[in-house]
């Protein structure tokens, strides 16, 4: 159950928020490799985006890859929000004096990430895919021709073997191991925190979301860097073996993007990375913390 109830509230967040991560991976692909200035921008800024997917590729198209985007939120965060749920409920955070331990937090949320994030690798590939997708006047990035999530899988799969559905995979690790436990670690703390200062009654929907304000506002800062370097090495054109032609690895994306974009190319749709993250954030630790509360309730 704690893992149906993890999945079922990060999807109901992910509805919301789609649009947002569409905005952001086509920020994230603006300007790739290009020196500041080189390059024609057709995303000035998040409501310029907006705008600007809107008119030309239509209203619709700021929803693209919500299905393969909803898949992955509820095997993701059902696995990591899952199995984070089930190591507190054991009381694995408390210390010896019964205090919660930030460090074991932290340590928790960036394993059971990883372990979600591995398994749902090929759909956030695919996911990245549907939404660089765009017409040739504000494309950006690799444009592959996706018809839909099962189509690009099978494509794949077909075209690189099983494993290269799981390319860019360890890539992306970095970025879900840094903004799980960032977000747990942060969450937890705030949560237990606020609570000891009695601000808001016990089991009150109000901890929950302040908490979780906090907590998005961390996630941001840490992930963002690590979220631009794995949308680019999952999107990035592969040869006939799977290889990616402008990436060998984390370390070679994280170096040619630095050096041609300078550190603030770490941080391109940071903005929407917020607009998207911190609404996300807040949602899905939202929903899954009163999933778990009502649960509770009505299981005694």
């Known amino acids: 159950m704690d893992f149906l109830l993890s999945g079922l509230a990060a999807s109901g967040a992910c509805v919301f928020t789609n649009p947002l991560e569409v905005v952001k991976t086509r920020m994230q692909l603006q300007g790739e490799l290009r020196a500041p200035g080189s390059y024609q921008r057709h995303y000035r800024n998040v409501f310029h985006a907006f705008f600007t997917i809107g008119k030309v590729d239509g209203v619709a198209a700021l929803q693209k890859g919500l299905a393969p985007a909803l898949v992955y939120q509820f095997l993701m965060n ?12 054991k009381g694995f955070f408390l210390d010896s004096n019964g205090n919660h331990s930030p460090g074991r937090s932290a340590l928790a949320g960036g394993i059971a990430g990883v372990i979600g994030a591995y398994l749902g690798s090929p759909i956030y590939m695919v996911k990245t895919h549907l939404q660089a997708q765009s017409a040739s006047e504000i494309a950006v990035g690799h444009q592959y021709k996706h018809q ?3 189509q690009a899988l099978s494509v794949i799969a077909r075209k690189h073997g099983l494993f290269g559905l799981w ?11 840094v903004g799980s436990s960032t977000q747990l670690c942060t969450f937890s703390s705030i949560k237990d925190l606020v609570a000891q200062w009695e601000v808001f009654p016990p089991q009150s929907w109000k901890l929950a979301l302040a908490s979780a ?15 631009v370097i794995s ?15 402008m990436y060998r690895g984390l370390p070679d994306a994280l170096m040619q993007t630095i050096r041609t974009e300078g550190i603030w190319g770490m941080y391109k749709g940071v903005g929407a990375s917020y607009f998207r993250l911190g609404p996300h954030t807040i949602l899905s630790l939202f929903f899954w913390d009163q999933l778990r509360i009502l649960y509770q309730t009505h299981k005694q």
């Open 78 to 89: 059902g696995i990591r929000l899952g199995i984070y749920g089930l190591v507190e409920a």
């Open 213 to 227: 304000m906090v907590s998005s506002m961390a996630v941001v800062l840490a992930m963002t860097p690590f979220d």
């Open 148 to 150: 839909g999530m099962f």
């Open 231 to 245: 949308t680019r090495l999952y999107n990035q054109p592969t040869d006939a073996h799977g290889k990616g032609l």
């Open 167 to 177: 390319r860019g995979a360890l890539g992306g690790l970095p970025r879900v191991i």
